[in-house]
T-cell receptor, first 116, second 111 residues
Framework: EAQVTQNPRYLITVTGKKLTVTCSQNMNHEYMSWYRQDPGLGLRQIYYSMNVEVTDKGDVPEGYKVSRKEKRNFPLILESPSPNQTSLYFC???????????????FGEGSRLTVL | GQQVMQIPQYQHVQEGEDFTTYCNSSTTLSNIQWYKQRPGGHPVFLIQLVKSGEVKKQKRLTFQFGEAKKNSSLHITATQTTDVGTYFCAGATSGTYKYIFGTGTRLKVLA
C-alpha cells in the first residue's frame, strides 16, 4: 500500500530535549516536505527536499533541521524544542516535477507534539 | 511574502444546502490544489488546477481557477454529512517548490 509513515504519532517532551520525528515514504517520490498545523494558521511549510541531499527552507524553518540521506526518508529534527513548537506536524511527499511545485501531495497521518 | 487568503474560516450549513470556499493569492500562481481534511485526519488531495479559467467537476464538487490565476473557488452542491471537514487550497508559483496553503475553511453540515 502506498503510504507516508510518520513516527511518533504522539509525543510529550520537555523544553530543550532533542527529538526526531521520522518520515518514510514507499512511493519512490523525489519531493518531500514538512508542515506544521496550528489553529487558525492552516498548514505552514517548514522544510522541503527536491531529492537526496537537496533541501531548502520553507516559511517557518526556525528551530528545525532536516536531512535527506536516502530517497525514502526525511526526518525532522528539533535540536532544542521550545513550547512554541507545540503543534501538529505533517510529512508529505510528491512525485518530481520540473519547473516548480506540482502534483498531488501525499500526507502522513500526522505527529502531535507537545513541548512543556 | 506570498500569501494565500481563504474565506470563510467557518461555515455551518443545513444538509442539502450549497457551500462555497474562496482562495485569493497575493501573487500569480502556476497551479492551485485543493485538499480535504476530515476531523482528526490528514489532508487528502482533491484536485489540481493549472490553466487560467479552468473549471473541473467531481460529482457534487466544482473547482474554478480564476482568469488571472490568483484566485480559486470550491463549490459543493447539496452538501451531505460526509462533506464535513476542513478544505484547504494550496498555491504554488512558477519555479519554486514551495506550497503556500490557505488557512482553511471548516465546514460543518447539520443533518
Amino acid at each position: 500500500e502506498a503510504q507516508v509513515t510518520q513516527n511518533p504519532r504522539y509525543l510529550i517532551t520537555v523544553t530543550g530535549k532533542k527529538l526526531t520525528v521520522t518520515c518514510s515514504q514507499n512511493m519512490n517520490h523525489e519531493y518531500m516536505s514538512w508542515y506544521r498545523q496550528d489553529p487558525g494558521l492552516g498548514l505552514r511549510q517548514i522544510y522541503y527536499s527536491m531529492n537526496v541531499e537537496v533541501t531548502d527552507k520553507g516559511d517557518v524553518p526556525e528551530g528545525y533541521k532536516v536531512s535527506r540521506k536516502e530517497k525514502r526518508n526525511f526526518p525532522l529534527i528539533l535540536e532544542s524544542p521550545s513550547p512554541n513548537q507545540t503543534s501538529l506536524y505533517f510529512c508529505a511527499s510528491s512525485p518530481a516535477s520540473t519547473g516548480g511545485a506540482s502534483g498531488e501531495l501525499f500526507f502522513g497521518e500526522g505527529s502531535r507534539l507537545t513541548v512543556l | 511574502g506570498q500569501q494565500v487568503m481563504q474565506i470563510p474560516q467557518y461555515q455551518h450549513v443545513q444538509e442539502g444546502e450549497d457551500f462555497t470556499t474562496y482562495c485569493n493569492s497575493s501573487t500569480t500562481l502556476s497551479n492551485i490544489q485543493w485538499y480535504k481534511q476530515r476531523p482528526g485526519g490528514h489532508p487528502v488531495f482533491l484536485i489540481q488546477l493549472v490553466k487560467s479559467g479552468e473549471v473541473k467537476k467531481q460529482k457534487r464538487l466544482t473547482f474554478q481557477f480564476g482568469e488571472a490565476k490568483k484566485n480559486s473557488s470550491l463549490h459543493i452542491t447539496a452538501t451531505q454529512t460526509t462533506d464535513v471537514g476542513t478544505y484547504f487550497c494550496a498555491g504554488a508559483t512558477s519555479g519554486t517548490y514551495k506550497y503556500i496553503f490557505g488557512t482553511g475553511t471548516r465546514l460543518k453540515v447539520l443533518a
